[in-house]
């Protein structure tokens, strides 16, 4: 048997730093030592698994907000760092990290926890269901033209990258996006980036509308070695924060007024992007994969429906099945005009996985029922779909 404690001090961070490390095999290496590892871990959050006195699995977390549809914004577990010695697999370790990090998660107060998956058959067991997902495109800059009708937000600018990060925070910190599914950004996240940076070429630039930052891009060259004379010079967007659609279009406007870059690489955007609409030739873009972006868990069920808005339309009865976290099991009503708990079996029976599929809005309760993961008839999924549906795909926006 194992056992699971809080790790605190740094040598216990930085050895939890080393089991995540050693178990996902081909991370970059990041040069955590003893003296920094504290501001890469939020206190008391990180969690080890001990075999003995050997630390042989972990997992960590950092709370923020994450944006509900309707706008409001709910307590945030981000949930990272999670790994096991691959001498230790198959015995239940992670298992029990996570069902303990899940009931601490829930006694605090949190509302949902998030978290990005190496692989897709792990975090379902315990209540996780893909909330939002990305696609990845590519912009061919020769045929790429902005259509004469995308208007103009604001100004653009190249700011120096040295200090530039703090900005970058704050411009978010300032400017949330109402998107559902955006998630604040932590500090320990701006710190582990703080750690990576190095001294190859990048490159910032600020948007203002009325003299105020309101979003930023943050971009390289794939390949500097091949840049003087490439044939095919390529750019790739590491970041980007942009609140609305207007400033999207004027950090686009901007990035397609570099000279010599050939292709422009989006990692993730939402799924909905409006970025083949803003060029007159779509195939300049290119929406190559999409991914699912967001592992969400609902922690406290009724607070997170409670949270968000609904469309217009008849309210639905919703029946909640949830092991991990059996205050949660139960009926809810759902209609426009809020949630109460109500006794008895509901029009539509779900478990708190696929819950967490359509909180929001990245899912229909249809297509959950045509793979059989929702049991209702045909009415009340209609009824549900009315009222979940939101009129933007859910996005967060940040790797984690
Ligand atoms: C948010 C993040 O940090 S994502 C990064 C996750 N970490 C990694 O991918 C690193 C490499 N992998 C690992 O460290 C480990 O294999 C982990 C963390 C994925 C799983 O840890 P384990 O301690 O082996 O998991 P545990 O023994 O608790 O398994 C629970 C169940 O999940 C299944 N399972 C766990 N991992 C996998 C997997 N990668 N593929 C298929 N099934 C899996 C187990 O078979 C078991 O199934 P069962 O309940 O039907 O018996």
Not at 64 to 90: K, Q
Not at 153 to 159: E, H, M, N, P
Not at 227 to 248: C, I, M, Q, Y
Not at 249 to 263: E, G, N, P
């Amino acid at each position: 048997m194992v056992e699971i404690r809080v790790l605190r001090t740094p040598d216990e961070l930085l050895a939890s730093q080393q089991v995540f490390r050693a178990a996902m095999v081909g991370l970059p290496s990041l040069p955590v030592t003893r003296d920094v590892v504290s501001t890469l871990r939020e206190p008391g959050l990180t969690y080890g698994a001990y075999d003995g006195s050997t630390l042989v699995g972990t997992t960590d977390g950092g709370v923020g907000a994450l944006t509900l549809p309707g706008g409001a914004a709910v307590s945030h577990l981000a949930v990272t760092h999670v790994g096991v010695l691959p001498t230790h697999t198959r015995r239940g370790i992670v298992s029990a990290l996570l069902r303990r990090q899940l009931r601490d998660a829930r006694d605090a107060g949190h509302v949902v926890a998030t978290l990005r998956a190496s692989e897709a058959v792990i975090y379902g067991r315990y209540g996780y269901g893909v909330a939002t997902s990305s696609v990845r495109a590519e912009v061919i800059t020769a045929r790429a033209r902005l259509r004469d009708g995308v208007a103009t937000s604001g100004t653009t600018r190249l700011v120096d990258r040295e200090g530039s990060l703090d900005r970058q925070a704050a411009i978010l910190d300032e400017n949330p996006s109402a998107r559902p599914g955006f998630v604040s950004r932590l500090s320990i996240w701006w710190a582990a980036h703080r750690l990576r940076e190095d001294d190859k070429p990048v490159w910032v630039a600020v948007h203002s509308t009325d003299g105020r930052d309101d979003g930023y891009v943050r971009y390289r060259p794939t390949d500097p070695s091949q840049w003087w004379s490439g044939a095919d010079r390529r750019v790739v967007v590491e970041d980007l924060h942009a609140p609305t659609d207007a400033v999207f279009a004027d950090l686009l406007r901007f990035l397609l007024r570099l000279d010599l870059v050939d292709r422009i690489t989006f990692p993730a955007l939402p799924v909905d992007t409006v970025l083949p609409l803003l060029v007159h030739d779509r195939r300049a873009v290119r929406l190559q994969s999409t991914s699912d972006e967001t592992w969400l868990r609902i922690l406290d069920i009724h607070a997170a429906l409670a949270a968000r808005t609904y469309g217009s339309g008849s309210p639905v009865t919703v029946t909640v099945d949830d092991d991990e976290l059996p205050e949660n099991a139960g009926t809810v009503e759902v209609g426009p005009d809020g949630v109460r708990r109500v006794d008895g079996p509901g029009a539509v029976r779900v478990h708190v996985r696929e819950l967490a599929a359509v909180l929001l809005g990245g899912t229909s309760w249809r297509a959950l029922a045509t793979a059989g993961l929702v049991t209702a008839d045909a009415d009340a999924l209609a009824a549900a779909d009315a009222l979940f549906a939101t009129d933007r795909a859910p996005f967060a926006g940040v790797g984690f």
